[in-house]
Nanobody
């Protein structure tokens, strides 16, 4: 089955940057969309950014202009470059792969923005 592994989370000061990575392995066929979600304590999981197999991207309004999602189809990887981080970006960030066969989630990586 498909597995996703995230990396790159950590503690950063406000205004700083982090880059999250997601590596997919297993039986991946056809087109699929890669997505990043986040969930802060007490909040619902929310979609942060997505990118299709053709490179079309979509962002939550709260991160537009600060976050950039990318992917390398040949390596089945996706990244989320986060700049200008704010305390309200603090959350567990999850990678998600959506294909015609279903949805797969990673284990999540903690991002904490604090001085």
């Amino acid at each position: 089955q498909v597995q996703l592994v995230e990396s790159g989370g950590g503690l950063v000061q406000p205004g700083g940057s982090l880059r999250l990575s997601c590596a997919a392995s297993g039986p991946i066929f056809g087109v699929f969309t890669m997505r990043w979600y986040r969930q802060a304590p007490g909040n619902q999981r929310e979609l942060v950014a997505s990118i299709t197999s053709t490179g079309s991207t979509n962002y939550a309004d709260s991160v537009k202009g600060r976050f950039t999602i990318s992917r390398e189809n040949a390596k089945n990887t996706a990244s989320l470059q986060m700049n200008g981080l704010k305390p309200e970006d603090t959350a567990v960030y999850y990678c998600n792969l959506l294909s015609s066969l279903g949805s797969t989630w990673g284990q999540g990586t903690q991002v904490t923005v604090s001085s």
